[in-house]
């Protein structure tokens, strides 16, 4: 009797920790709205912030976030295993690309962020600097090649793995290393008294 209560209490333990994306969806899809909140908590930040790194402006970074995220909620039918972040980057990457096919521009990544303000107390040089170096950055970011580019701000806002990169951009992993590696050295290169 006492061995049957402690592994109910080890399942209800169980049951208590966090739960993963998978089993968040799939409590999502059976009507759980809260479990929908905790996967909408979890990738907020890093969705939202790949987004707006690689959009041409905040208000498209907005619009495409949100058409994501209700991309996810119509196709939760379909969502049929695998990594669920993988799919909900691959979403918002599939958006982004649809955007730019409709505007015919390229990729240029806006680095401020709403609301951002310099820490109070640099002086007027740091000032300077820091927006050479900002510029700087949204320039090289936009010298790169698309695909160097976007495998860069994949592996660097997503947190995806570099499978699972390689998987959702249809190339190898040697090859999107090779993509990341040029992306940083020309980055090395135009940022070298920035950091």
């Known amino acids: 009797m006492a061995r049957c209560r402690a592994v109910q209490l080890i399942g209800l333990y169980g049951q208590m920790g966090e739960l993963t994306d998978e089993e968040l969806f799939r409590r999502f899809a059976g009507g759980d709205f ?7 908590a979890r990738y907020r930040k890093s969705l939202y912030l790949y987004l707006l790194r690689s959009s041409s402006s905040a208000t498209e970074a907005d619009d495409l976030y949100q058409e994501a995220w209700a991309r996810v909620i119509q196709s939760k039918g379909r969502f049929t295993g695998g990594s669920f972040k993988a799919w909900v980057f691959r979403i918002a990457r599939n958006l982004q690309i649809d955007s730019f096919r409709r505007q015919r521009i390229t990729l240029i990544p806006e680095p401020d962020e709403p609301g951002h303000q310099p820490d109070p107390g640099p002086t007027p040089d740091d000032i300077s600097h820091y927006d050479d170096c900002r510029e700087r950055l949204k320039l090289g970011l936009q010298s790169l090649s698309q695909e160097q580019r976007e495998a ?8 995806l793995t570099l499978e699972q ?3 959702m951009l249809g190339v190898g992993r040697e090859t ?12 090395r290169q135009l940022l070298e008294d920035c950091v």
């Open 34 to 40: 809260e479990a929908f909140q905790d996967l909408y």
């Open 176 to 187: 999107l290393k090779s993509r990341i590696r040029y992306a940083l050295k020309r980055l």
């Open 152 to 159: 860069f701000l994949l592996k660097e806002e997503s947190g």
């Open 165 to 167: 990169i390689a998987g």
